[in-house]
């Protein structure tokens, strides 16, 4: 179950460019990371370390530096990869993290999930969905 302000987070930017990727309705994540780092997003703005509009901001110039870097039909496109790229560049800013903190943490998580395959978290009957 949503809280009001994770409603309000992922129901803002319905429809608009920035809009999470959507299966059946429902927001869709490829991955298990997909889901953690759209979690952490909210909960840093939910505390405050910045505005929800920053970070919806900061995701636009993140998809707008992406599109002007590759083709529309590139298949390397991952809309988490933008929302984890205006991540760290709002957590650096904010000065919740270093730079050599966010390498380091780069760093254990690829060693920690290397041979992993953490596959889909779409639900049943999702696998096949476009997104809406």
């Known amino acids: 179950m949503q809280t009001k302000f994770e409603h309000f987070a992922a129901t803002s930017m319905l429809g608009a460019k920035d809009s999470p990727p959507r299966c059946n309705g429902e927001l869709s994540f490829d991955d298990s990371w997909e889901s953690r780092a759209f979690g952490m997003a909210i909960a840093l703005s939910k505390k405050g370390h910045y505005e929800w509009e920053e970070f919806r901001q900061q995701l636009i110039a993140s998809i707008a530096t ?11 496109w991952n809309y988490y990869q933008r929302w984890l790229a205006a991540l760290e560049h709002l957590a650096l800013e904010s000065a919740l993290i270093t730079p050599e903190e966010l390498e380091q943490q780069m760093a254990e998580f ?22 809406d």
């Open 66 to 76: 992406w599109e002007t870097e590759h083709a529309l039909d590139d298949p390397s």
């Open 110 to 131: 690829a060693a920690a999930t290397v041979g992993l395959n953490s596959g889909s978290l779409n639900t049943p009957g999702q696998e096949n969905c476009l997104i």
